[in-house]
């Protein structure tokens, strides 16, 4: 519990406050699996957060990633986001982020946090959409590209107010990773174990 308490409140410093130097910050080993830290209003993950509806899950992003590609659902929510930042473990500042109503669908899916179409009467018994992000080093202007412009950098998802009845997640699971090495080798990159389970199943109660 001391390392998750040491490696959560570093973690904010080195986010929220740019000035720390490299010098005195930790060095981050490559992640082994994805989303592995998180600020909860729930377990462990309560720390800090006073605000019971906000949830964050971050990650480092390895020099030796070129892209990573993020294949997630629409979370049942007020608002979500997923965003990058410059360096790591010291941020520089935001690098790039998309938020819920411009994060295009898949093809056949509808973005919920969109402006509704007319056309899709049928919006509420179709399936949960799907989205694919991808975070690159070069300069791409495709749709749902997130630019980083340092070697590191960090990966954030939040999800702020999950629809009551649909869990503390939303009723979407985290994200899918699969990252892209130097020699375009493509490796799916498992997520983390939660560490609050018990909570899912409370926050299942409308």
Known sequence: MKTFFALSLTTLLLLANPGISAAQSPPLSTPMCAWQYEWTPFGLGNWLWADTANRWWYMPIDAQWQQLTIAGAYPKARFFSIAVYDNAP?????????????????????????????????????????????????????????????????????LYLPNAGSGSMGGAPLPEIKITDVN????????????????ELTQLQP
Not at 185 to 198: A, D, E, S
């Open 90 to 158: 010291v941020s520089t500042g935001l690098a790039d982020h998309l938020f819920d109503a411009q994060i295009v669908p898949d093809p056949g899916g509808v973005n919920p946090f969109s402006a509704p179409d007319p056309s899709n009467d049928n919006l509420a018994v179709k399936p949960d959409a799907t989205y694919t992000i991808t975070v690159t080093r070069s300069n791409n202007t495709a749709e749902n590209a997130l630019q980083l412009h340092a070697d590191t950098g960090w990966l954030l998802y939040r």
């Open 184 to 199: 375009g080798q493509i490796t799916p990159l498992p997520t983390c174990p939660i560490f609050n389970p018990q909570s």
